[in-house]
C-alpha cells in the first residue's frame, strides 16, 4: 500500500512510535494485510512533513515488533499481527485490603501497561551497557530528561545543580548527613513523614516539630525555635503532606522562606507530592533556590519500584560533597531504573501515568467524601490517604486493633508524631495494588465502625 499514510494526529506519543503503534493499528482493522509494501521512507516523511530519520525510526520500531520487514532493494513489508505481550501474573492476595503504604493506584488500563512494558522492552536493548557502572548523578540524557521533568514545578537549574540519586530515603540521608551532625536539631513539621523520622534517629539528629495550622508549620513559631534551638535545616514535607495531606499555600511558603533567610537555616524541601497536582504552589526551591535542597522523588508519581529522585542543590559547589556522600553509600543510582524513568519521561509516559494517577485517586477520594461521615476526614480531592481524627470513645490502638482483625490495615498517628503525645488519629490509604470495589468496601466498613462505638463493632465480630 504505497499510499499509506497515518494520522499522527490520533498519538500522543512521540512521532516515530505513533508510526509503529498505527501499523500495528491498521493490522488489526485489516487496512495492511501481509505483504502490503509500505510507502517508502522518504517519501512517506514528505507526505507527513517531518523527517526522514522520524520515518525511519518508526519503521525500525514496527520491525522490532515483528510487524513488518525490510527488504534490501525493495522495501518495507506488512508480515503479520502484532505479536502478543504476555500478561503478568496477578500474585494471589489473601482477604482484606492494606490500607497502611501511601502508594499511587497502579494503572489497569491494558493500553498503558502494554506502552509502559514498550519503555522496558527499548531499555532493554542496551541491558549490556546498563549493567556496567556509570558516573555519579546521572548521564547528560538523564539529567536532560531529569530538568524537562523539573521544569513542570517552575525549576529550571543549570545541569551542574541537578542530581540522579536511587531514591528520596538516599538523597534526604545524604543531605541531612552533610547539614548536621550527631545532637543537632533539624526542624520538621510536629506531624511528619516517618522515612524523615527514621532518617533522622539513624543519624542522632535531634527532631524539634513546629505547631502547624491548616497551612503549615507556623513562621512565627519557626522563627522562636531559630532562636532557642540554632537548627541545622528545616525539613518539610510541603505539598499533599503525608499524613496530613495539606498543602502549604504559596504566600505561606514565602513566609517560611523569609524566616530561613532570616536565620541561614537551609529548607530540606521533601516533594514526593508536587508533581500530583497539575497546579499546585511553586515549590519552595523556586522561592528559595540558595536555600532549599529540593527531593523529586519519581516514587509516587510513577510508581513506588521506580526508585529514583531528582535532586536539585542550592548551588554548584554543595553538589561535590552531596556527590561523594551518596556515592560512598551507593555508589550510583541503578542505570536500569534510571534509563527507564529517563525512556518514560522522554515518550510520554510519565506524563500519561501522572493523568492516570490523577484520575484515579480523584475516584477514590470521591468514594470516601460518598461513604464516611461528613467532616470525619481530612483530605484533598488528590492525596493518596485521608487523616481521621476518631470520635470518641474510639483510641487510636483500639481503631487500627479493630481493623486489623478484619483485615484492614491502617497507622496510628504514633508514626508520625514528632514529639508528645499522639492524637487519637489514623491515617487511611487509598492507592496501591487495591482495586476501586476493594476501596469501597473497606471504607464502607470504616464508615460504619466511625458511627458506633468500639463495644458495639466488636460485638459483632
Same mark, same amino acid.
Given at each position: 500500500?504505497? #499510499?499509506w499514510?497515518?494520522d499522527l494526529?490520533?498519538s #500522543?506519543?512521540? $512521532?516515530?512510535l505513533?508510526?509503529?503503534d498505527?501499523?500495528?493499528?491498521d493490522?488489526?482493522?485489516?487496512?495492511l494485510?501481509v505483504?502490503?509494501?509500505?510507502?517508502?521512507?522518504?517519501k512517506?516523511?514528505?507526505?507527513?512533513?517531518i523527517d526522514?530519520?522520524?520515518?525511519? $525510526?518508526?519503521?525500525v520500531?514496527?520491525?522490532k515488533r515483528?510487524l513488518v520487514?525490510?527488504? %534490501?532493494?525493495?522495501?518495507?513489508?506488512?508480515?503479520g499481527?502484532p505479536r502478543a505481550?504476555?500478561?503478568p501474573?496477578?500474585?494471589p492476595?489473601?482477604?482484606?485490603?492494606?490500607?497502611?503504604?501511601?502508594?499511587?493506584?497502579?494503572?489497569?488500563d491494558p493500553a498503558l501497561?502494554?506502552?509502559m512494558q514498550?519503555?522496558?522492552a527499548?531499555v532493554?536493548?542496551?541491558?549490556?551497557?546498563?549493567?556496567r557502572?556509570q558516573?555519579?548523578?546521572?548521564t547528560r540524557a538523564?539529567?536532560?530528561a531529569?530538568t524537562?521533568?523539573l521544569?513542570?514545578?517552575?525549576?529550571?537549574?543549570?545541569?551542574e545543580?541537578v542530581?540522579v540519586?536511587p531514591?528520596?530515603h538516599?538523597a534526604?540521608?545524604?543531605i541531612l548527613?552533610?547539614?548536621?551532625?550527631?545532637?543537632? %536539631?533539624?526542624?520538621?513539621e510536629?506531624?511528619?513523614?516517618?522515612?524523615?523520622?527514621a532518617?533522622?534517629?539513624?543519624?542522632?539528629?535531634?527532631?524539634?516539630?513546629?505547631?502547624? #495550622?491548616?497551612?503549615?508549620?507556623?513562621?512565627d513559631?519557626?522563627?522562636?525555635?531559630?532562636?532557642?534551638?540554632?537548627?541545622?535545616?528545616?525539613?518539610?514535607?510541603?505539598?499533599?503532606?503525608?499524613p496530613?495531606?495539606l498543602t502549604?499555600p504559596?504566600?505561606r511558603r514565602?513566609?517560611?522562606a523569609?524566616v530561613?533567610?532570616?536565620?541561614?537555616?537551609?529548607i530540606? @524541601?521533601? #516533594?514526593?507530592?508536587?508533581f500530583?497536582?497539575?497546579?499546585?504552589?511553586?515549590p519552595?526551591?523556586?522561592?528559595?533556590?540558595?536555600?532549599?535542597?529540593h527531593?523529586?522523588?519519581?516514587?509516587k508519581?510513577i510508581?513506588?519500584g521506580?526508585?529514583?529522585?531528582?535532586?536539585v542543590v542550592?548551588?554548584?559547589? *554543595?553538589g561535590?560533597?552531596?556527590?561523594?556522600a551518596? $556515592?560512598?553509600a *551507593?555508589?550510583?543510582? *541503578?542505570?536500569?531504573?534510571?534509563?527507564?524513568?529517563? $525512556?518514560?519521561?522522554?515518550d510520554g509516559?510519565?506524563?500519561t501515568?501522572l493523568?492516570?494517577?490523577?484520575?484515579?485517586?480523584a475516584?477514590?477520594q470521591a468514594?470516601a467524601?460518598?461513604l464516611?461521615?461528613?467532616g470525619?476526614f481530612?483530605?484533598?480531592?488528590?492525596?493518596?490517604?485521608l487523616w481521621?481524627?476518631?470520635?470518641?470513645p474510639w483510641?487510636?490502638?483500639?481503631? %487500627?486493633g479493630?481493623?486489623?482483625?478484619t483485615?484492614?490495615?491502617?497507622?496510628?498517628?504514633?508514626a508520625f508524631?514528632?514529639?508528645?503525645p499522639?492524637s @487519637?488519629?489514623?491515617?487511611v490509604?487509598?492507592g496501591g495494588?487495591?482495586?476501586?470495589a476493594?476501596?469501597?468496601?473497606?471504607l464502607?466498613y470504616i464508615?460504619?465502625?466511625l458511627?458506633e462505638s468500639p463495644?458495639?463493632?466488636?460485638?459483632?465480630?
Amino acid at each position: 500500500m504505497a #499510499d499509506w499514510i497515518p494520522d499522527l494526529a490520533r498519538s #500522543d506519543k512521540p $512521532r516515530y512510535l505513533a508510526i509503529a503503534d498505527l501499523i500495528a493499528e491498521d493490522i488489526r482493522a485489516g487496512r495492511l494485510t501481509v505483504g502490503d509494501r509500505l510507502p517508502p521512507q522518504r517519501k512517506l516523511a514528505a507526505k507527513l512533513d517531518i523527517d526522514f530519520t522520524t520515518v525511519a $525510526r518508526g519503521y525500525v520500531e514496527a520491525q522490532k515488533r515483528g510487524l513488518v520487514e525490510s527488504r %534490501v532493494g525493495q522495501g518495507t513489508f506488512v508480515t503479520g499481527a502484532p505479536r502478543a505481550r504476555p500478561r503478568p501474573a496477578t500474585a494471589p492476595r489473601a482477604g482484606g485490603v492494606d490500607l497502611s503504604m501511601n502508594l499511587p493506584p497502579e494503572p489497569d488500563d491494558p493500553a498503558l501497561i502494554e506502552r509502559m512494558q514498550e519503555g522496558l522492552a527499548e531499555v532493554g536493548r542496551d541491558l549490556v551497557g546498563l549493567l556496567r557502572y556509570q558516573g555519579f548523578g546521572g548521564t547528560r540524557a538523564d539529567k536532560d530528561a531529569a530538568t524537562a521533568w523539573l521544569s513542570r514545578r517552575a525549576l529550571v537549574p543549570a545541569q551542574e545543580r541537578v542530581f540522579v540519586t536511587p531514591g528520596a530515603h538516599p538523597a534526604l540521608l545524604g543531605i541531612l548527613g552533610l547539614l548536621a551532625r550527631p545532637g543537632d %536539631v533539624v526542624l520538621s513539621e510536629a506531624i511528619t513523614y516517618p522515612g524523615a523520622r527514621a532518617v533522622a534517629a539513624q543519624l542522632g539528629l535531634k527532631l524539634v516539630g513546629l505547631p502547624m #495550622d491548616a497551612d503549615g508549620i507556623d513562621p512565627d513559631a519557626f522563627a522562636d525555635a531559630c532562636r532557642t534551638h540554632a537548627p541545622k535545616a528545616l525539613y518539610l514535607n510541603p505539598t499533599l503532606q503525608n499524613p496530613t495531606t495539606l498543602t502549604i499555600p504559596e504566600g505561606r511558603r514565602a513566609a517560611i522562606a523569609a524566616v530561613a533567610r532570616r536565620f541561614g537555616v537551609p529548607i530540606v @524541601e521533601d #516533594d514526593a507530592y508536587g508533581f500530583i497536582p497539575a497546579h499546585g504552589p511553586p515549590p519552595l526551591a523556586a522561592i528559595a533556590p540558595d536555600l532549599t535542597w529540593h527531593i523529586a522523588g519519581l516514587a509516587k508519581c510513577i510508581g513506588a519500584g521506580l526508585r529514583a529522585a531528582y535532586v536539585v542543590v542550592p548551588d554548584a559547589r *554543595s553538589g561535590y560533597p552531596f556527590a561523594a556522600a551518596l $556515592r560512598t553509600a *551507593s555508589v550510583m543510582a *541503578s542505570p536500569l531504573t534510571t534509563a527507564l524513568a529517563t $525512556r518514560w519521561i522522554e515518550d510520554g509516559t510519565a506524563d500519561t501515568l501522572l493523568r492516570f494517577i490523577r484520575a484515579e485517586t480523584a475516584a477514590r477520594q470521591a468514594l470516601a467524601s460518598e461513604l464516611l461521615p461528613a467532616g470525619s476526614f481530612r483530605a484533598d480531592p488528590l492525596s493518596f490517604n485521608l487523616w481521621i481524627e476518631l470520635p470518641a470513645p474510639w483510641t487510636r490502638s483500639a481503631f %487500627v486493633g479493630h481493623m486489623r482483625t478484619t483485615g484492614i490495615g491502617v497507622v496510628a498517628s504514633d508514626a508520625f508524631t514528632v514529639a508528645g503525645p499522639a492524637s @487519637e488519629a489514623v491515617r487511611v490509604c487509598l492507592g496501591g495494588p487495591s482495586s476501586r470495589a476493594q476501596i469501597r468496601s473497606a471504607l464502607d466498613y470504616i464508615a460504619h465502625a466511625l458511627e458506633e462505638s468500639p463495644e458495639v463493632v466488636s460485638s459483632v465480630m
